[in-house]
């Protein structure tokens, strides 16, 4: 018996939407796993009363937007406050995903790099557009900080530069990996346990008692890392947002 | 394409076999190009929809049931703070009334006592009047009475020592002169 670590991250096609030039639009598991999160999004947060005294559901939802808008406020200032739904919804998306992909013989949108690209690269653009559109040219004094002597401004102006740029890279990789390296070795130590009671016999049973305890930590460290990932990206994106709404320091 | 099936279902050890995903060439799925489309468009559908229902609906009214609490509290409380400061005040204005009644309390009692100590001095000063009045009639009763009693002396003295010389020597004296000598006697 063999168990492919790989396998959970397979994309299948459920059934085909239409084509796009030569490529094929397909609803597939991973289609179907973003519907789940936003079908629970939704719940969350429309099912929920808005009562006074609010229930468990309505407490839930407003610790999510008084946990968001208080970020949001200590990063990016008030005026961060414009960008609420979008980190919101880059805060749910990712934290309800990962937290799906948790269950076992589910899919987790987040493992996939492209998603995480993009949605890298919708902030990346979200801050350069803005941060044009609302400073100008004073936008592009992020690159020259202060009190910075002239003879090393253009190696600090080239490190700001290409940090810039690289912002959506380690943005999308740091969420990409975390959750493909977290379920990678949580399906590798599961596996064990089912290879050694296969393999081994009765001490196979006795010696998978070790494995499964550490299948079991490790799902608790995947729930921490599921919500911790969520809460970095949510939080870097206000950090660049920032220098969107704040250039020049 | 063709090995996948056998080499999913298979016992053969390999830490990279291929599932039974039929159309992928082998691999690392994430890396797959041919899944890129298929992703990205459903990534975009479903992000613009949860865009959609976070900003147009869940937001606000969430926010609002927050907005509607802290109201709610800030009511309450500005009523509590009024409800106070208008007992603070009904206090204020009951120690001020209390301080006004005992202030008129006291000058009530002053004036009662000073009008009393006026009418009694009255009476007293009328009494003595009167009583001084009684005395100085007294006083003339008790002169015109020693007057007359002393007349009355004069002749019982005088009928005394007429009958007395009489006696002794048989002779009526004089009136006039037995007068004369009583009173040079009265007057030594």
């Not at chain 1, 050694?196 to 305890?213: F, N, T």
């Amino acid at each position: 018996m063999t168990i492919d670590p790989i396998h959970q991250f397979n994309i299948e096609p459920l059934f085909t939407i239409g084509h796009i030039g030569n490529h094929t639009i397909a609803f597939t598991n991973s289609s179907l796993y973003m519907l789940v999160a936003v079908a629970v999004i939704s719940i969350l947060m429309l099912a929920s009363g808005t009562q006074l005294v609010p229930g468990r559901l309505q407490s839930v939802a407003e610790i999510s937007y008084e946990f968001v808008a208080t970020m949001i406020r200590s990063n990016a200032g008030a005026e961060g406050m414009k960008f609420f739904p979008l980190i919101f919804s880059l805060f749910m998306f990712i934290c309800v995903s990962n937290l799906v992909g948790i269950i076992p013989y589910t899919f987790t949108v987040s493992s996939h790099l492209i998603v995480t690209a993009a949605l890298a690269l919708l902030v990346f653009f979200t801050v350069l557009i803005y941060g044009v559109y609302k400073n100008g040219l004073k936008f592009f004094k992020i690159f020259v900080p202060h009190g910075v002597p002239g003879y090393i401004l253009p190696l600090v102006m080239f490190i700001e530069i290409l940090s810039f740029f690289l912002r959506p890279v380690s943005h999308s990789v740091r969420l990409f990996a975390n959750m493909l390296a977290g379920h990678i070795a949580l399906k590798v130590f599961a596996g064990f346990v089912a290879m050694l009671g296969v393999s081994l016999g009765a001490i196979g049973w006795i010696g998978g008692v070790m494995p499964l305890a550490l299948t079991v930590a490790l799902t608790a460290l995947e729930l921490l890392v599921a919500f911790l990932q969520a809460y970095v990206f949510a939080i870097l994106t206000c950090i660049y947002l920032n220098d969107a709404l704040h250039p020049g320091h | 394409m063709a090995e996948s099936h056998g080499g999913a279902k298979g016992p053969t050890a390999g830490a990279h076999t291929e599932a039974d995903g039929g159309h992928h060439g082998g691999g690392f799925p994430p890396f797959e190009s041919s899944t890129f489309a298929s992703q990205l468009v459903s990534l975009a559908i479903f992000f613009v929809v949860l865009y959609v229902i976070v900003s147009k609906l869940a937001l606000p009214r969430i926010g609002g049931a927050i907005e509607a609490r802290q109201n709610k509290i800030e009511g309450d409380l500005a009523e509590a703070q009024k409800l106070k400061d208008q007992s603070d005040a009904a206090l204020k204005a009951y120690e001020g009334e209390l301080a006004s009644a005992r202030a008129r309390a006291q000058a009530i009692g002053n004036e009662t006592r000073e009008k009393l100590n006026a009418q009694a001095e009255a009476e007293r000063k009328a009494l003595e009047e009167q009583l001084a009045a009684k005395l100085a009639g007294a006083e003339k009763t008790i002169a015109s009475t020693r007057e007359t009693a002393m007349s009355n002396v004069r002749g019982i003295a005088a009928d005394a020592a007429g009958t007395i010389v009489q006696q002794l020597s048989g002779v009526v004296p004089d009136a006039a002169s037995v007068k004369a000598a009583i009173d040079a006697s009265l007057k030594g």
